[in-house]
């Protein structure tokens, strides 16, 4: 079973920074591969939005919104993911969410999901 798990959220001023991590496991130990991951967020009655992708190889692409502020990476553990998010603002508050694909050999390629983190911009 595919295990997500997003940290780093909490509570900063506008103009800070946060790292978020994105860790994938495999609970029953078996093979699993990261194909690639999107983080995504979502706000109180707004619809889901689509933040950053990093590709196995790295490439990497933005959302107009966070273009030149945020910047994701696949360093260290080759299933954790980071996003830098740099110069915040009030509309980057909300709940954020990595999506990686993940290849098993029982259910091929798929997307999974974690329970999110926090991030809340406020002076």
């Known amino acids: 079973q595919v295990h997500v798990e997003e940290s780093g959220g909490g509570l900063v001023q506008p103009g800070g920074s946060l790292r978020l991590s994105c860790t994938t496991s495999?609970?029953?130990?078996?093979?699993?591969?990261?194909?690639?991951m999107d983080w995504y967020r979502q706000a109180p009655g707004k619809e889901r939005e689509f933040v950053a992708r990093?590709?196995?190889?790295?490439?990497?692409t933005y959302a107009d919104s966070v273009k030149d502020r945020f910047t994701v990476s696949r360093e260290g553990a080759e299933n954790t993911a980071f996003l830098q998010m740099n110069r915040l603002k009030p509309e980057d508050s909300a709940v954020y969410y990595c999506?990686?694909?993940?290849?098993?050999?029982?259910?091929?390629?798929?997307?999974?999901w974690g329970q999110g983190t926090q991030v809340t911009v406020s002076s």
């Open positions: 999506q990686p694909n993940v290849y098993t050999y029982s259910l091929g390629s798929q997307y999974y």
């Open positions: 495999e609970t029953s130990g078996n093979f699993f591969t990261t194909n690639l």
């Open positions: 990093i590709t196995r190889d790295g490439r990497a």
